[in-house]
């Protein structure tokens, strides 16, 4: 993923568990145009996370049948494995979910999570779920982020996983708070040939 030398960010945020991955104003990759990703695991062996801004077309309840009743959406986590079913959460009390930071879970019992879900335990705003997810292999995201494709940011707060980020305005939101020249890139049309 080589883009334009324009956009030099020289990131001195580490990716780890738990950052936001936001992509440059014109990557090639057009899965990853203007996202914005949930990195939920990074370490030597590769990452993954899900993207947050991509909404699909169905709700929970529409895409499974224990699901009835259960009108939350799906978003599309990534380009692999779109076959799998993913979830975020805030609930430490699920079973053998898999804590990504202080503030939120990846996984657990589905089963249980499903109950919780019809009989109101959980609030179904602090879970989220996706389809697919976006995986890098070997130092693979390193490499990427060196050449400018993705800006890493530690977010404030989890509000921004749990909001709804069905709005193709997240990306550009997010970088505007940035401020400075980030908020510039914000502003940035998606041809620039038409510009």
Do not use: A, P
């Given at each position: 993923m080589k883009n334009n030398i324009f956009f030099k960010y020289n990131s001195n945020v580490e990716p780890t568990d738990g950052c936001i991955l936001v992509s440059e104003p014109h990557l090639p990759d057009n899965n990853f145009d203007r996202t914005v990703i949930l990195l939920c695991k990074h370490d030597e062996e590769g990452?993954?996370?899900?993207?947050?801004?991509?909404?699909?077309?169905v709700s929970l309840e529409e895409l499974m049948k224990d699901a009835e009743g259960i009108e939350v959406p799906v978003y599309i986590g990534g380009p692999v494995e779109q076959n799998t079913l993913h979830f975020v959460h805030k609930d430490e009390t699920l079973t053998d979910a898999e804590l990504v930071n202080d503030s939120f879970y990846w996984g657990g019992d589905f089963d249980l999570l499903l109950r919780w879900l019809h009989d109101k335990i959980i609030d179904k705003d602090s879970v989220r779920f996706f389809l697919g997810y976006s995986g890098w292999g070997k130092g693979q995201l390193m490499e990427e982020i060196k050449e400018n494709s993705w800006i890493v940011i530690e977010p404030k707060s989890n509000e921004l996983i749990f909001t709804d980020g069905g709005s193709d305005d997240?990306?550009?939101?997010?970088?505007?708070?940035m401020g400075g020249r980030y908020s510039m890139y914000s502003k940035y049309p998606e041809d620039p040939s038409l510009n």
């Open positions: 990452s993954f996370g899900f993207v947050l801004n991509r909404k699909s077309t997240m990306w550009k939101n997010i970088l505007e708070d």
